[in-house]
């Protein structure tokens, strides 16, 4: 038998805060719950609802009966079983279902310093990282789940989960008024268990939300937060992470292969597809000579048809293809095979499902208030207020989370153009202007800085990309000389410009040279990549076979040539899944891409072609070297626009290679170009070989220069350049 003790009588609430915790509204559920002294006594109230009976155990053995006072609310002095120190007890819970013993959340101080919390306010992304979301820990020797949220304009915050049976009065959280986060520690709560927050706020309304900082989620149409297992990933790559810095500076050949991870193989087999793509793409990616892959963004999303660009989870891998513990192993892989990983990450909006950001707090708290700041016309999604301290250090938390966590080797910042502008997409009248009455979004600008800068210096040898669509300057500067501090920018407008290019016919080509040439004007601006990204090949632009004119034959044709004339430009090469076999459909996030094109020989051919190019564009040092450094190329022959024919120079100062794309269905025999060196030049690549799928008009290719000036140069070859093809040519001294 147990050594029971008589309860003490009269401890009822007063009736307002009673009303208030029985209905759920009472804004500080620490100062009411929970052993409290009061006159002398030391009285214990514990607010069970649904339970039957609620007892208080004591390290000496005694257990005392807490009467009910309400429905669910128990109290009793507990003086007698107390010495000076914090009183030490456990609960024991008769449920309709069973008994169980518990620690009660209420017995525990605040968590969180209150240093720590001014720091987060002030901005700092380490705390906001090492204070907010879920955090398993030990408190006196109880092991569990310290929870805290943001929310500083919330009346009351409540934590539900498959621990307190989806009860939104069990559990009402501490708020901590330096910074407005709501804290709680949940003692034996077990990993994967789910849970969210109630929120009643500013404006009167109750809502369950996500909890922002989750470090995993339910898996949609589902919307809870899930508390992520203690023990962490286990790596087996320090030696990748330890030289990736040069393999991903402005002299390495990066060749990036963009995936979709949803849609790059069937996703109809059991287990994570995480598994079953580390099986497949890390080797298969590998072997066609890419150095990288990046993948559009795997944070959580709850619309797949937004292909993850409408994030909501910053910090947790989509539940769609697997745990977090599967995508790290994933990346584990892909270091493994030799491979580095971007990712895909979005700042600069949200989308406003009722589980996640809008109106957070019944107040406009990670978005601006004013919709013509704070709503994206475009999208249909909400803006972050990235002048705000906390969110700007929620950002940066972000970003560094999937560096030092998952050991990604970068990050593209997806759609910087809408942040640096305030006018974006936006006509006269529905934008507020900066301080100084410009169009320029100046605390967009300050935390694109400072992202770049702490991710220089808490992750060496990361880089950063901005997918930037304008001529705003300085993007790959230094953020310390006034840049922005990326490490690369797309080049969209090179894409574009010679993506239109080839869509013409090739007769007219001769009328629109300049498309193809004008990207030289600006190529040393910045630290450029080149894109043919998912971007182009969908919303009814058809594949990048399709924007091919002419006969299936010439399509194809033209695709190699393209592919030619692109990994000899100056810049990083970026090709989406797809493209290596020339598919023929656009691309559907809802289907795979379409292998079988495999079983026709021209479609292999493009693939190995696709497959030379990045082994010679690693193997030549002049093909990368000097891609951002003007004296790494020279026109010999930029103003054929009769012929439609392109002739240039690659060099790292010691080798040369020779580039010349014929942009006609007509062979050009005898072609003379003039060359810096004299001596033999031989064909490296010909994109018309028959090993591609080409006519293999001009055969194995070795020109001698002969003493005839040209194009500016003492030298010259003669050469037969076959229809629709590339030719690169190496020196040999």
Not at 378 to 406: C, P, Q
Not at 613 to 634: C, M, S
Not at 702 to 713: K, R, S, V
Request: negative net charge.
């Amino acid at each position: 038998m147990s050594n029971r003790a008589t309860p003490a009588a009269g401890l009822e609430l007063q009736a307002p805060d009673q009303q208030a915790l029985l209905a759920g509204s009472h804004p500080d559920a620490f100062g009411v719950l929970g052993a409290h002294t009061l006159g002398g006594r030391t009285v214990l109230r514990v607010l069970m609802p649904c339970s039957q009976e609620v007892a208080a155990l004591f390290p000496d053995g005694t257990m005392l009966d807490l009467p009910a006072v309400a429905d669910g609310l128990y109290a009793a002095d507990i003086s007698a079983h107390c010495g000076p120190a914090r009183p030490a007890y456990r609960l024991r819970v008769r449920w309709p279902g069973g008994t169980e013993e518990i620690d009660d959340p209420y017995a525990y101080g605040p968590l969180l310093d209150d240093a720590h919390l001014e720091l987060l306010a002030q901005g700092s992304w380490l705390y906001a990282d090492q204070s907010l979301g879920p955090h398993n820990c030990d408190i006196d020797g109880v092991r569990g789940v310290r929870f805290a949220v943001w929310a500083p304009n919330a009346r009351r915050v409540a934590l539900l989960g498959d621990f307190n049976g989806w009860n939104g009065l069990r559990h009402g959280m501490r708020l901590r008024h330096t910074a407005g986060v709501w804290e709680i520690f949940i003692p034996d709560v077990s990993p994967q268990s789910r849970y969210k927050f109630q929120i009643l706020g500013a404006d009167g309304a109750t809502t369950l939300r996500a909890d922002p900082m989750a470090r995993q989620a339910e898996a949609p149409p589902a919307t809870a937060s899930i508390v992520p297992d203690p023990e962490p990933y286990f790596w087996n790559d320090a030696a990748w992470m330890q030289g990736r810095a040069a393999r991903q500076g402005p002299d390495a050949p990066l060749a990036i292969y963009e995936v979709h991870v949803g849609s790059w193989m069937n996703n109809d087999e059991p287990g994570p597809l995480w598994d079953r793509l580390a099986a497949r793409l890390p080797a298969y990616a590998r072997a066609l000579g890419f150095t990288h892959i990046e993948l559009m963004p795997v944070m959580e999303h709850p619309f797949g048809g937004s292909w993850g660009y409408q994030p909501l989870g910053m910090f947790a891998p989509t539940a769609r293809h697997g745990t977090p513990a599967d995508f790290a192993r994933f990346i584990d892989q892909c270091h493994a095979a030799g491979l580095g990983v971007i990712l895909d990450w979005v700042p600069a909006h949200f989308p406003n499902d009722a589980h996640g950001l809008a109106r957070f707090d019944g107040t406009a708290l990670y978005e601006y208030a004013d919709p013509r700041e704070g709503f994206h016309p475009d999208w249909n999604t909400l803006v972050y207020n990235l002048g705000r301290n906390e969110v700007k250090a929620y950002m940066i938390a972000s970003a560094l989370h999937w560096l030092r966590e998952f050991h990604v080797d970068g990050l593209r910042v997806d759609a910087v153009a809408s942040m640096l502008y305030r006018d974006y997409s936006r006509a006269a009248g529905e934008w507020i202007p900066n301080r100084y009455g410009g169009r320029e979004n100046l605390e967009a600008v300050d935390f694109l800085r400072e992202l770049n800068t702490v991710i220089g210096c808490e992750c060496p040898g990361a880089i950063t990309v901005a997918e930037e669509s304008t001529a705003w300057p300085g993007v790959t500067a230094p953020a310390g000389d006034g840049g922005l501090g990326f490490d690369y920018k797309w080049n969209m407008g090179w894409m574009h410009d010679t993506l239109r290019y080839m869509r013409h016919d090739p007769v007219h080509r001769r009328y629109h040279h300049h498309d193809v040439t004008f990207g030289m004007m600006y190529a040393y601006s910045e630290r450029y990549i080149l894109p043919l990204s998912h971007d182009e090949v969908v919303h009814g632009k058809g594949s990048l076979l399709g924007k091919m004119p002419g006969s299936h034959a010439d399509r194809l044709a033209q695709l190699r040539l393209y592919y030619g004339f692109m990994w000899a430009h100056p810049g990083k090469k970026l090709l989406f899944m797809g493209g290596e076999i020339a598919q023929e459909r656009e691309w559907n996030h809802d289907d795979a891409l379409d292998w079988n094109l495999l079983d026709d020989p021209a479609r292999r051919g493009v693939q190995r072609l696709v497959a030379d190019l990045n082994h010679l564009y690693g193997e030549l040092p002049e093909l990368h070297r000097r891609d951002a450094d003007p004296a790494g190329f020279t026109w010999m022959v930029g103003d054929d626009e009769t012929n439609s024919v392109l002739a240039f120079v690659r060099t790292d100062g010691r080798h040369r290679v020779l580039a010349v794309c014929n942009f006609t269905p007509v062979a050009r025999h005898d072609y003379r170009i003039g060359v810096p060196a004299a001596g033999r030049w031989r064909a490296r690549i010909n994109t018309d070989d028959a090993a591609y799928g080409g006519t293999g008009l001009a055969g194995p290719v070795l020109a001698h220069t002969e003493d005839i000036p040209a194009h500016g140069q003492p030298q010259s070859l003669s050469l037969t350049l076959p229809p629709l093809s590339t030719l690169l040519l190496r020196h040999e001294v």
